[in-house]
């Protein structure tokens, strides 16, 4: 079996940068799910998402070296790259439907911006663990997907150094850490590896906690925000109350074809 298969970075205009994420287009239906984690973890990128045409929309599933996840943003980003610029779709707007719901993306000039729903979070007593897998004391504990960890400044993110064992037996999916920027209105670093991803290098996803968090604290509905991860990547985002807009570039890195099956 050949499955058309491109590798995307996303959340950047530059080479060797941003998050990497497999696009596989299959025809009419879903492999069978063994399959699809195997490529997953074959490809071993933080994500590899799966996409069927429909008459109206595009079908899209997402899945990491190790589990299926309900909600990825660099891959979705990734995906509507393809369909844009290798595919020669038309028009200014995607729709995907996904584990999520409908998820839409909009092409604006030169950038992509997804609408994704709003992760509400909620205050919280910080486990022990927590302090133990970051091996610092954030200022500001809440709790949502992910345990949501605030700091005073971008450098104080910038030093941790995780316990990916420790954070791994949180209650959450994983655990975000952010500050106010330097050059920007706010920095995160994202940490997974209970999903098979130690750091993350730029998460769409996160974007729905961290937007309305910021935009709250700040006052502001538009932010530019960057991923402080080894590889980096920025995104251009709104407070939409109920759902967030998280804009971003995207670049081809591979394009080709998989023999799976």
């Excluded at 595009?58 to 891959?75: I, K, N, S, Y």
């Excluded at 409908?102 to 486990?127: G, H, W």
């Excluded at 961290?210 to 502001?220: A, N, Q």
Aim: hydrophobic content about 40%; some cysteine; aromatic content about 10%.
């Amino acid at each position: 079996m050949l499955i058309p298969y491109f590798e995307v970075l996303a959340f950047t205009n530059r080479q060797f940068a941003g998050n990497p994420a497999g696009v596989c287009l299959l025809t009419d239906e879903w492999l069978p799910e063994a399959l699809m984690q195997q490529i997953a973890a074959e490809n071993n990128l933080a994500e590899t998402a799966f996409v069927i045409e429909r008459q109206d929309h595009f079908d899209l599933r997402w899945f990491t070296p190790t589990v299926e996840v309900d909600l990825c943003g660099h891959a979705t980003l990734a995906s509507t790259h393809v369909l844009f610029h290798h595919l020669g779709r038309k028009g200014d707007l995607v729709r995907f439907q996904s584990r999520s719901g409908e998820l839409r993306v909009n092409k604006i000039d030169a950038r992509l911006v997804l609408d994704f729903p709003t992760q509400p979070l909620s205050k919280c007593e910080p486990p022990a663990k927590l302090m133990e897998g970051l091996r610092t004391k954030p200022r500001e504990v809440l709790k949502g997907r992910d345990y949501f960890a605030v700091f005073e400044r971008e450098e104080d993110v910038r030093a941790i150094n995780p316990d990916f064992q420790v954070i791994a037996e949180l209650d959450a999916q994983g655990v975000i850490v952010t500050a106010p920027g330097n050059d920007c209105d706010f920095v995160s670093r994202y940490f997974v590896p209970g999903a098979g991803i130690p750091e993350d290098p730029v998460t769409g996803s996160t974007h729905c906690a961290l937007v309305p968090y910021w935009s709250k604290r700040l006052g502001k509905r538009e932010l530019y925000a960057r991923q402080i991860s080894k590889r980096g990547g920025e995104l251009f985002c709104e407070d939409r109350v109920e759902r967030v807009g998280i804009g971003g570039n995207a670049m081809t890195y591979v394009e080709g074809k998989l023999y799976a099956g």
